[in-house]
Structure formats: C-alpha cells, structure tokens
C-alpha cells in the first residue's frame, strides 16, 4: 500500500490567493483527518470524516476554511483568502474502522503564505 | 485548555543512556493513550500504545507506563541510539460521547540522542 498521500508537498502562495491542500487516504480506511502543526500550537485536529461524513469541524479556525470528502478515496483542505498566520504543515491521516485505531498520517503539505 | 500536557520540550541524551518523556491528562474520560515518532519532513508514524487497563506496555526498547490513578503516563527509550533522534507526541483519546477516534497531542519532545 503507498500510504496516505497528500498533494502537494510544498505551497507557496501569496495572501489573499485560495489554497487547495490535497489527500489520498489509506483504501478501506473509514476515517479521515486534517491536521495542522505549527511550532507555537503544536498538532492540532481540524475536521475529521467518518465514510466521507464530517463529524467534528471544531478545529476549523475560521470560516476562510473548509474541507470536504466528495468519496472514500479523496478529500480537499480549502482556505480562502490564505493568510500569513495561516503558514504550517498540514497533515491527512486516515484510520480503520476500530476501537482505538490507529491513525496513519501522509508526508505533510507544507504551505507557505506571503 | 489544553487536556494533554508533556514535558520536557527538549532532551539530550547519550547514546546508551535511558530517555524518558512524560505525559498527564485531564480528562478522565480517555482511554486510549498512543505515543507517536515523527522525523523531520514526514508525518508522525504510530510507536507504542497502552489503553488503562494495564499499567506498562514493552516493544522492544520502548516502555509505556501508565499511572491512571494519577492521570499520568511515560514513554521511556532505553539504549537510546541516534537513529531515535525524532519528536515524540503523546496523546489521548475517548471511545466514548460520540468523540470516538479524535485525539488530543500533547505539544511533542524533540529527543536528540547525541553519538
């Protein structure tokens, strides 16, 4: 199995452009996360999805964002307009179906916003 | 608030030395406690887990150790090698209200084992 991928690896954009952060998860896998980590806030839980339905979008920070899952085999981070404070890694993991299971992360985009 | 606190941000260690990083919580209602590794440009990558059932759990050089009681648990490397150079992430999560598989990091321990 490749793993989660996300697309693309890096990102670099300027402020108030839109921003389409990318993600393959693991096949079979029934949940599907968005992170951020910054060096100030550490790894934090945007939105997750169980079979392509979000559950909890309390970590979304502001309306600028949004995700969606159209299928079990792809989902979209949207920011709009991208912002400075806006700048991390992003990461998509994605899980089986399991008590407690764990939670396979892809290799990060790593955005940067002028 | 946050419901997951580890300490040390930082540790040097020497190559065959023990490292230990420790993790407490808050919320009672946790039940299952992983320890991710993450090495610079990649994601973190599951290490060792222990639900509170137990009180430790072994892989190899690495030991979790859970005190429930005192809503506490550590992550101990022993021989720590450079090759275990990396940040490590406790965290937590609750199976239970509806919140299940959503977990909560605490902020990472970047362990440099020096050669």
């Known amino acids: 199995d490749a793993g989660v991928i996300q697309s693309p690896r890096h990102e670099v954009t300027e402020m108030g452009q839109e921003v389409t952060l990318r993600c393959k998860p693991i096949s079979g896998h029934d949940y599907l996360f968005w992170y951020r980590q910054t060096m100030m806030r550490g790894l934090e839980l945007l939105i997750y999805?169980?079979?392509?339905?979000?559950?909890?979008d309390s970590g979304m920070p502001e309306d600028r964002f949004s995700a969606k899952m159209p299928n079990a085999s792809f989902s979209t981070l949207k920011i709009q307009p991208s912002e400075p404070r806006d700048s991390a890694v992003y990461f998509c993991?994605?899980?089986?179906?399991?008590?407690?299971?764990?939670?396979?992360f892809g290799p990060g985009t790593r955005l940067t916003v002028l | 608030q946050q419901q997951v606190k580890q300490s040390p941000q930082s540790l040097i260690v020497q190559k065959g030395g023990i490292s230990i990083i420790n993790c407490a919580y808050e919320?009672?209602?946790?039940?299952?406690f992983p320890w991710y590794q993450q090495f610079p440009g990649k994601g973190p990558a599951l290490l060792i887990a222990i639900r509170p059932d137990v009180s430790e759990k072994k892989e190899g050089r690495f030991t979790i150790s859970f005190n429930k009681s005192a809503k506490q648990f550590s992550l101990h490397i022993m021989d720590s090698q450079p090759g275990d150079s990396a940040t490590y992430f406790c965290?937590?999560?609750?199976?239970?209200?509806?919140?299940?598989?959503?977990?909560?990091f605490g902020k990472g321990t970047l362990l440099t084992v020096n050669p």
């Open positions: 993991a994605s899980s089986p179906l399991d008590r407690g299971a764990t939670q396979y």
């Open positions: 999805f169980n079979n392509n339905v979000p559950i909890d």
């Open positions: 919320n009672t209602a946790f039940d299952y």
């Open positions: 965290a937590a999560s609750s199976h239970s209200g509806g919140s299940n598989y959503k977990l909560t």
